[in-house]
């Protein structure tokens, strides 16, 4: 499928309409979701409604925004008013939002085509897409293999070219594992960037929406449509919005300092991978990049912090889910039964596992001694990346140990699921923005994801970094054939 400029292009040009483009993007769908189980739901009618409307504006001689008419899709864990919003959960079966998340608010505002809401493991916790309660994605390069999670839909719909570009959102993970793992690029912000008004939460202090793009352009492009100030979002920062797409040049900028975590290589991490990095690594220092190895002796930590802190957080959050306000309700005797019921029965195995890791962790005599800890390791955390941006402009790292493993190899073991995101948790945990983009491809034609770090709100020179090294290789040229 063509870029974003590529298409607003044949737009302007009047050489495709964008009904032609959305109806395009809607067979395809149509054909690939058999095997890709990327959408919950589909909304063909509402995108040929907003492609007409594109298509008015440009015979009205009006100039229109690079997204307009772009197809497009959203993780499901996002509110759209009259769509439904189900966080690949039993217990919001039915859950109509009467009201609009500000991005996908943003989106519509500046006209790009919502082709559905994709699939997710459950409210966003997991590392695969199979913990949701609907179906299982399929990865595009081996549908035989997991997409990543939680973002798994969005990243597989993007990486078998069923939307130009697509938003997730990012607790641990979610966004840079999937990117990784189905070859394509996947940001998450800075957090407080973007407005989480309207994302269904899992761990608020975490959370973070961004997008999925097969290119870094792209990503830049749909960042700076989302990105802002919301007074609907208390953690909204309020700054002015670079613009990014604008700023992506051919040349690293002179005195790049790029630094490679220590830590990240050892133990666990599979071979193919730290080779392909490692030459990522040798092309940054042939582009003139100064290349030197940090050490962030707490980014070990990252893992066992984070699944105390987010589970805590989750369990707060999910208290809401009880039958009696919105979404799927036991039949009971009582009241009591009623709650206890409606959340045994709407909730899967893996959410039930965080609540109770989280509700343990705050209960009365446990909460110094875990969550206060964890949170006490969260700031040693963001010193070590504190000190290490006080060395160099960048940060490098594989973005998960493996690439996509088969469906149902590690279901049976959540500490092997969890061990996913080792490299992308620390990132969450420090609030800083990180990218994942295609550095090459395993034995089995499996791609393999290069992490880029930056310093808070500097997605202006991740965005940058990352496009020369993309634009001087040719892994994303790569499509799946399936």
Request: charged share 20%; aromatic share 8%; hydrophobic share 40%.
């Amino acid at each position: 499928m063509a870029s974003i400029r590529e298409l607003h292009h044949q737009l302007v040009t009047k050489e495709r309409s964008a009904v032609e483009i959305a109806t395009e993007a809607i067979d395809r769908v149509e054909q690939l979701e058999p095997k890709l189980r990327s959408f919950l739901c589909t909304t063909p009618t509402q995108a040929l409604a907003q492609a007409r409307s594109v298509d008015a504006k440009i015979a009205a001689g009006e100039d229109i925004p690079l997204l307009a008419g772009i197809p497009i899709a959203l993780k499901d864990n996002m509110c759209t008013q009259g769509i439904a919003t189900t966080c690949g959960s039993k217990i919001l079966a039915g859950f109509v939002p009467p009201y609009e998340s500000t991005v996908t608010q943003k989106l519509q505002d500046l006209g790009a085509v919502s082709l559905g809401k994709t699939n997710l493991d459950e409210f966003a916790m997991g590392s695969s897409t199979e913990n949701s309660a609907y179906q299982v994605t399929a990865n595009p390069w081996d549908l035989e293999r997991v997409p990543g999670g939680s973002s798994g839909g969005s990243a597989a719909a993007v990486s078998g070219s069923e939307c130009v570009v697509s938003l997730g959102s990012d607790t641990g993970g979610s966004i840079r594992q999937p990117a990784a793992f189905c070859g394509v690029v996947g940001l998450k912000p800075t957090y407080g960037l973007v407005s989480r008004f309207g994302l269904v939460a899992y761990a608020s202090s975490l959370d973070q929406i961004g997008p999925f793009a097969r290119t870094v352009e792209d990503a830049a492009i749909l960042l700076e449509a989302i990105a802002g100030y919301d007074p609907k979002d208390s953690t909204s920062l309020k700054i002015e919005i670079p613009k990014y797409s604008q700023l992506l040049t051919p040349d690293l900028p002179k005195g790049l300092k790029i630094g490679v975590i220590t830590e990240t290589f050892g133990e666990g991490l599979d071979p193919q991978v730290a080779e392909s990095v490692r030459q990522a690594i040798e092309h940054f220092r042939s582009l003139g990049a100064e290349v030197r190895e940090i050490s962030c002796p707490r980014f070990r930590y990252g893992l066992p912090t984070y699944y105390v802190i987010a589970p805590s957080e989750a369990s707060a959050n999910l208290a809401r889910y009880d039958g009696v306000k919105y979404g799927f309700r036991a039949e009971a005797d009582n009241l009591m039964s009623m709650y206890t019921q409606t959340r045994a029965a709407g909730f899967g195995a893996e959410v039930k596992r965080r609540i109770m890791l989280g509700t343990y962790a705050l209960s009365a005599g446990y909460y110094d001694a875990y969550y206060l800890k964890a949170q006490k390791v969260r700031t040693l955390i963001k010193e070590d990346f504190e000190a290490a941006f006080s060395q160099v402009d960048i940060l490098i790292t594989p973005t998960a140990p493996t690439t996509a493993f088969k469906a149902g190899e590690k279901t049976a073991d959540p500490l092997s699921m969890y061990l996913s995101d080792l490299m992308t948790i620390p990132v969450n945990l420090a609030g800083l923005p990180g990218i994942s983009i295609p550095c090459g491809f395993d034995d089995k034609g499996m791609p393999i994801g290069l992490q880029l770090l930056s310093n808070v709100l500097r997605e202006d020179l991740l965005l940058q970094v990352a496009h020369v090294y993309e634009r001087s290789t040719e892994w994303h040229k790569r499509s799946p054939q399936i």
